[in-house]
């Protein structure tokens, strides 16, 4: 995962000016994410970024992209508008169920939707009659390691299959040419399956001569667990765009849509300590403070990063709750703190992606209030 930026805030200062829980966004992390991912790329000709949306909407952090020159991938109309209100440029979109409807404010925006299936193929066919250039998005392998999470499917359910003959007929019959690819992986955990990603878009691009962007999707804060795997995963694909391009005589544009990647490690959730529990003959104390991991960061792996006050006793096995009635509601399993007290705060970590943004309304409280800091500077960055 990107690493925090060069000098980090002082959070202890900050969760006191904001009431938990609440969220506070580093624009400096943010930046630094990006800076750092834009030099990774340099050895991938054409590449640009585009931060996935779905995976924090606040307008602050929108912004804060927008100014460092990301684009934006969207996969719903309230996407497009945050995007556009952030102004995001250029904008891509995929998602499943985009009908007519979706098609239609995309298109009115700049942006070229990746068509997911025959569906939206014919759909747009219909909504579009005078456009016929199209991008589509390409059935992705599941790779053996992740098929028993999913049902031991081999290929992602998203996408189209480019070997399909019916796929090359539909387009023929409706007069549609494919000048944009897409292939969103999953997590892109080594380099082996970026490279397999672009074996598939060099395939693929084969089959459609008329290409001139490639989108290879997000996944990536898996294959940043390790730094050295990130120089060769990035010169395979390279490799692969450079070998398209001579196939093609041209080179194509190509977009990376990181989410995780940039913004989990840029936000921290600001919580206040309800409850303090020293279970008879556990070793950890339970911390139960005011916000769910649940229904908030189920997909965070986070820590204590700090607390205020500062307390001077030695470390104590720390286990932290969330706030709802289900029982696996920890935000952090095995911290090392001094042991809070009720009303203290505590600075949870990881919270800038895949939190506000898919949040679980659990027992009816509303989200956290969402602010960034940006040039010294608090903000309410709250998405409305
Ligand atoms: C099409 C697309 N692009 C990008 C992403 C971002 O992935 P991540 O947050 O893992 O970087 C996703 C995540 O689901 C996605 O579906």
Not at 250 to 263: H, I, K, S, T, Y
Request: aromatic share 4%; proline share 8%; net charge negative.
């Amino acid at each position: 995962m990107a690493p925090p930026a060069a000098s980090s805030p002082d959070w202890r200062a900050l969760a006191l000016e904001v009431d938990p829980p609440a969220i506070i966004y580093d624009a400096s992390a943010l930046e630094a994410a990006v800076e750092e991912l834009h030099a990774d790329l340099t050895v991938v000709p054409g590449a640009e970024l585009a931060f996935a949306v779905k995976a924090n909407r606040s307008p602050g952090v929108l912004r804060t992209l927008a100014r460092a020159g990301v684009g934006a991938d969207v996969a719903s109309v309230p996407e497009l508008r945050a995007a556009q209100a952030a102004g995001m440029r250029p904008i891509h979109a995929t998602a499943p169920a985009f009908g007519a409807v979706d098609l239609k404010d995309l298109v009115a925006a700049g942006a070229r939707p990746d068509l997911d299936g025959m569906t939206q193929l014919r759909t747009w066919s219909t909504a579009f009659p005078d456009d016929r250039q199209i991008g589509l998005r390409i059935r992705a392998p599941v790779p053996p390691v992740e098929r028993e999470h999913d049902g031991g499917r081999r290929w992602s359910r998203f996408g189209v299959d480019v070997a399909d003959p019916a796929l090359h007929e539909a387009l023929a019959e409706l007069g549609l040419e494919v000048v944009q690819l897409h292939i969103h992986a999953g997590e892109m955990a080594n380099p082996e399956r970026v490279a397999l990603i672009g074996e598939v878009l060099e395939a693929a691009t084969q089959l459609f001569p008329g290409t001139m962007l490639l989108n290879v999707g997000g996944g990536l804060a898996a294959l940043y667990g390790d730094d050295e795997r990130v120089g060769s995963a990035w010169t395979a694909l390279g490799a692969s765009v450079a070998r398209i391009g001579a196939q093609l005589g041209r080179a194509p544009r190509v977009v990376v849509e990181p989410g995780m990647l940039v913004a989990a490690m840029a936000g921290v959730l600001v919580t206040e300590v309800r409850a303090v529990e020293t279970p008879r003959g556990a070793e950890a104390a339970t911390v139960t403070v005011d916000a769910s991991a649940w229904a908030l960061m189920p997909w965070s792996v986070a820590r204590v990063l700090d607390a205020v006050p500062e307390r001077s006793e030695a470390p104590s096995l720390v286990d932290v709750a969330g706030s709802s009635c289900y029982e696996r509601d920890w935000l952090v399993i095995g911290a090392r703190c001094p042991l809070p007290r009720p009303g203290d705060r505590l600075v949870i970590s990881a919270a800038g992606a895949y939190v506000t943004s898919m949040a679980r309304n659990v027992h009816g409280v509303p989200l956290p209030d969402e602010w960034i800091l940006d040039g010294g500077r608090l903000e309410r960055a709250t998405f409305t």
